[in-house]
């Protein structure tokens, strides 16, 4: 073939892609035209009744988030339309459409039951970093159409909004986060701006109070302290509903009616970005504002998509409203010549016999072509609907492999096999499995269009090296997953990607087959092998062990399994069947499969290769079962640039999240070089970005050339160690409602709104009972390598510090303890050579000069204990205690750290967060004996304003300030006497910090009734 010809082709394909390509392997049809998002998919989950008034909250919340969103992207953005996929559970419509390539899975937006970390309130699920595309938005039904929902959090508009900043543009939350981030949380910071304490807020002027939440009685009281000394430990910047002078930010609150921006780089106070306060987006996106990051995504970047005039009619989305029907699948089978070397057709028709026989759910539709020089339908669209369908199938699978190779014939005929369905094309699946290049007209290029506008999902599976490059791009273009097949001991990705096809078309939980174990092994003559796979409580019913070989005897292995009492299970046993047509052994364990260890032992008669692999379904319909799903950073790795390829898998039991999980991807690389073993971690470290969150991450950087890079996930209970969160120990974000109604907290879905303040808990749970699971992770495909690579170059720097911080400090010692996760030597793996280590005199000083030369480097001499020169392995936990001057008189000391690492190449890392180290005197005491009820309400807190401001008040306050200030003077002349006294404060100078009451409360201790049990 001309190479301008494979250019064109490769430049049309990506064409394609592009409309519903994202950074993740998942699929996304969300397009961005003309200021409107358009492909956007909400799916409802089938556990979740059925529910009209759910569909009409959805179309509500979108049609309010249209206009909120268009007033704070400031006319650059709307909601142009969205499709609802609702489950096939809920009772079918004529008015509803046929979902194409659509799935639960690849949704934005899913309803279904909560996430016990978060619930009741939605979050969105993210990956990856600053900027870049997460996963989901996932709300609770009954956070959706309860009314208590916008009482106490706001506009159900105004919450997507927020969210759709996680999820489109990579923002995160930017007040203080007990749970997304809780080794960082803290309520006040020490602002070197101003030298008084803040509460964590953006933009800067919240009205709030500070109060501190007394667990033993369930009450408030305020907190000992002031602005000019901190507050003790515990205490909360309580947000008071009655706001005036700010307008952001979105990411902060948007419950509050002035709230209609994002936080920007402006001279404007009531928007102006916080970039010092200590929160997650500025850790993770450098300090950058929301409005910053949100320019520099694809959507605007450029000057893309700039403001424009739209009318209020034309804000408003379109809905389509879809529903599942029959799963339909077509198998387009490679059979050219080159499938004939290798044992390549042997291991792909004993993998789809084993499908056909098995894996199929009755009351699907499949078919069969083959593809070589020609396309030939092997087996129209059949119902599979018992065990003469099954055979009729299988006897329909092509004898033998010769001939050249017609990818885009066989998809062609592929479509034509699934247009004879009644529901047509749309949806319909299509799995293609090749092995090379595309040799015969059409080409893929030819025919993309027409496979788009089909509406099909098109799964590939590279069989090996030497597949077309271009089936990433087929999949990605339609929504269809990536499989690579290497072909040697250990892998047995073919399996699964014939497996995976039975898990789309919205099929429930029940019936959803889990992948236990998958691997192969490379056996010698008369060699005996044993092997185990744990059976956990959450599965055992359909329980299926399948054995392939590749040579010529029948059968040309034996097999045995023991139970777990000890019992064997050998070719006498009911469910024991052998294929030898299709050299497939496939032994069913009838009824629930005994929870424990399984041992299998496999005798090969020749040298050869084994393939295994164990299934199973749910215990029964109300057991959700333990699942692993993974995903890569893309199904094509831009080496040649210096991406990484990121790894990850999330563990969780139904929608509970697993921690503490042992996690491991086993990655097959191009040429003849070992795979690597990773240890996937859920430290909030490295490519992982929240902590105990259920999703474990790692970057991978040993590439060895141009190629398919597969990835295989095994998981187990590591040890007894792994916890399935059961509770929610705090909710993330906080309730705006007067203090005088505080108690008064409903419930949202069965789940109390738990008070503002409660402190956070560690997570909680059960334990996991033992068990495995081991599944494909998909795939990646590097096309281009550096100049003048070679496997084992140093081409990575050690990767970003993104969570130094400061654990203790000590006035008395002038010393700060430093706590960060080790880094690795290549991004996450491995160990650095050397930390440097700055010391700035503030966030503010390092923000306008990031040059290490322009602030104090630490040597050893500010040393007291660890060693910079000595960096631990990746994931270890570094610890630095320093020394730090303190000024003479001074009562509060602040100073600025930031590191970054650098390899034995001298390749310097980014540099970490910004961490800001205060050294207090005094800290405020709680007080010995309950304080008296005040006779007038205590104050309010607001940040210093600019010099030559005056701060409006909230409405109706003006008389209580007046009568505050005048009832104050005399108090306040004594506090400052005494506390000189007694504090040896320095004199400040006065910041122009005002006091005003909301008049919410009229106590210094807040009290009620509540009743924390969660129901």
């Not at 034509?416 to 893929?444: A, K």
């Amino acid at each position: 073939m001309a190479t301008g010809f494979k250019w064109v082709t490769m430049v049309l394909i990506v064409l394609s892609v592009s409309q519903c390509a994202d950074s993740l392997t998942r699929p996304s049809f969300i397009e961005f035209v003309d200021n409107g998002y358009s492909g956007i998919t909400v799916a409802i989950h089938n556990r979740v009744s059925e529910d009209q008034a759910l569909i009409d909250r959805i179309k509500y919340m979108f049609t309010e988030a249209s206009k909120y969103l268009y007033q704070a992207t400031q006319k650059r953005a709307y909601f142009r339309n969205v499709t609802i996929l609702i489950p096939k559970t809920w009772a079918s419509s004529p008015e509803y459409e046929l979902p194409g390539g659509l799935t639960f899975d690849s949704a934005d937006v899913i309803v279904a039951p909560p996430n016990p970390r978060w619930a009741p309130l939605q979050y969105t699920k993210q990956y990856e970093g600053c900027g870049r595309q997460g996963v989901h938005i996932h709300f609770m039904d009954a956070f959706l159409t309860d009314t208590n929902t916008e009482t106490f959090y706001g506009p159900l508009g105004r919450i997507l909004v927020h969210e759709w900043g996680h999820l489109r543009w990579g923002l995160f939350d930017e007040y203080p986060d007990a749970v997304g981030d809780p080794d960082y949380y803290q309520e006040y910071y020490f602002s070197q701006v101003t030298q008084q304490y803040e509460g964590v807020t953006c933009s800067y002027d919240y009205v709030g109070r500070p109060l501190i939440f007394l667990p033993e009685s369930f009450s408030y009281r305020d907190c000992a302290g002031s602005p000019n000394i901190g507050y003790e430990d515990g205490c909360i910047f309580f947000v008071l509903s009655g706001q005036s002078d700010v307008t952001s930010s979105i990411m902060f609150r948007t419950s509050l009616d002035p709230i209609i921006n994002f936080c920007n780089d402006t001279e404007e106070r009531d928007k102006q970005h916080n970039p010092h306060a200590p929160n997650k987006h500025n850790r993770l996106c450098n300090s950058k504002s929301n409005w910053e990051v949100i320019l520099d995504h694809d959507d605007f970047a450029g000057g893309s998509n700039p403001p424009r005039n739209i009318s209020e009619e034309d804000l408003v989305p379109t809905f389509t409203v879809v529903q599942h029907k029959d799963i339909r699948v077509v198998l387009l089978l490679d059979t050219s010549g080159s499938m004939d070397s290798h044992n390549k057709f042997t291991k792909m028709t004993s993998s789809a016999y084993n499908y056909l026989s098995s894996i199929v759910l009755d009351g699907s539709f499949v078919g069969i072509i083959e593809f070589n020089s020609n396309a030939n339908i092997l087996q129209t669209l059949v119902e599979v609907n018992g065990t003469e369908a099954r055979l009729g199938l299988t006897a329909a699978l092509p004898p033998k492999a010769e001939g050249w190779t017609a990818i885009g014939q066989g998809l062609l005929k592929a479509i034509e096999v699934l247009s004879d369905h009644e529901d047509g094309t749309q949806g319909g699946i299509i799995l293609l499995v090749s092995d090379g290049e595309e040799t015969h007209r059409p080409f893929v290029a030819d025919v993309m269009g027409d496979v788009i506008a089909s509406g099909v999902i098109v799964d590939t599976l590279a069989f090996g090296q030497q597949a077309s490059v271009l089936l990433p791009d087929i999949s990605k273009a339609t929504g269809g997953k990536t499989f690579f097949y290497s072909n040697e001991p250990g892998s047995n990705t073919l399996y699964e990607a014939f497996a995976a096809t039975m898990e789309r078309g919205d099929v429930i939980d029940s019936d959803k087959r889990v992948q236990l174990l998958g691997t192969s092994w490379s056996l010698e003559a008369d060699e005996t092998r044993t092997g185990g796979v744990f059976m956990d409580s959450t599965v055992g019913r359909k329980t299926e062990f399948s054995f392939s070989w590749t040579e010529k005897d029948n059968p040309s292995i034996e097999v045995t399994l023991q139970r777990p009492n000890g019992t064997i299970i050998d070719s006498s046993y009911d469910g024991f069947g052998e294929e030898p047509n299709f050299k497939t052994i496939i032994v069913k364990i009838e009824g629930q499969a005994e929870e424990g260890l399984w041992d299998y032992t496999v005798l090969s008669r020749h040298e050869q290769e084994v393939a295994i692999a164990v299934s199973s379904y749910p215990a029964s319909d109300d057991v959700d079962p333990i699942i692993v799903t993974s995903e890569l950073s893309g199904s094509i790795t831009a080496f040649e640039q210096g991406e990484p390829l990121v790894a990850y898998a999330e563990v969780r039991q139904g929608f509970k999240p697993m921690i503490n999980a042992n996690v491991t991807a086993t990655i097959e690389r191009p040429g003849s070089f070992e795979p690597i073993r990773l240890e996937l971690l859920d430290n909030g470290a490295g490519a992982d970005i929240t902590k105990n969150d259920g999703v474990y991450s790692r970057s991978f950087t040993e590439f060895t050339g141009i190629g398919y890079y597969g990835i295989r996930i095994d998981v187990n209970n590591n040890g007894g160690e792994a916890i399935i969160l059961e509770s929610n120990p705090y909710s993330k974000a906080r309730p705006i409602v007067p203090l005088d109604k505080i108690y008064d907290l409903p419930e949202i879905g069965g789940i109390r709104i738990p008070l503002p303040g409660a402190p956070p808990a560690e997570p909680t749970g059960t334990p996991a009972p033992a068990f495995s699971r081991g599944t494909s992770g998909g795939s990646s495909r590097v096309d281009a390598v550096p100049p003048g690579f070679a496997p084992g170059a140093d081409l990575f720097p050690p990767g970003d510090v993104l969570d130094l911080r400061v654990k203790e400090t000590s006035f008395q010692d002038k010393t700060v303890a430093l706590v960060w996760t080790a880094p690795g030597d290549d991004l996450d793996n491995g160990a650095a050579s050397r930390y440097e280590v700055i010391r700035a005199e503030s966030v503010p000083a390092w923000q306008s000069d990031p040059t290490p030369e322009s602030h104090l480097i630490l040597n050893s001499s500010h040393v007291l204990e660890g060693d910079p020169s000595a960096p631990q392995e990746f994931g270890s936990r570094e610890e630095l205690l320093v020394l730090v001057p303190v000024p003479k008189g001074a009562s509060v000391v602040s100073y600025t750290f930031v590191l970054r690492a650098f390899d034995d190449a001298g390749n310097p890392s980014g540099f970490s967060n910004a961490a800001q180290a205060v050294l207090r005197e005094y800290v405020p005491q709680p007080p010995t004996t309950k304080p008296p009820p005040a006779t007038t309400p205590p104050p309010a807190t607001r940040p210093p304003q600019p010099a030559g401001t005056t701060p409006h008040q909230p409405e109706g306050l003006s008389w209580q300030i007046a009568l505050i200030v005048i009832g104050s003077v005399a108090a306040v002349l004594v506090l400052i006497v005494v506390g000189i006294a007694a504090f040896k404060f320095s004199k400040s100078k006065d910041k122009n910090v005002k006091q005003s009451y909301d008049g919410e409360v009229g106590k210094g201790d807040v009290r009620g009734t509540y009743n924390p049990t969660f129901a």
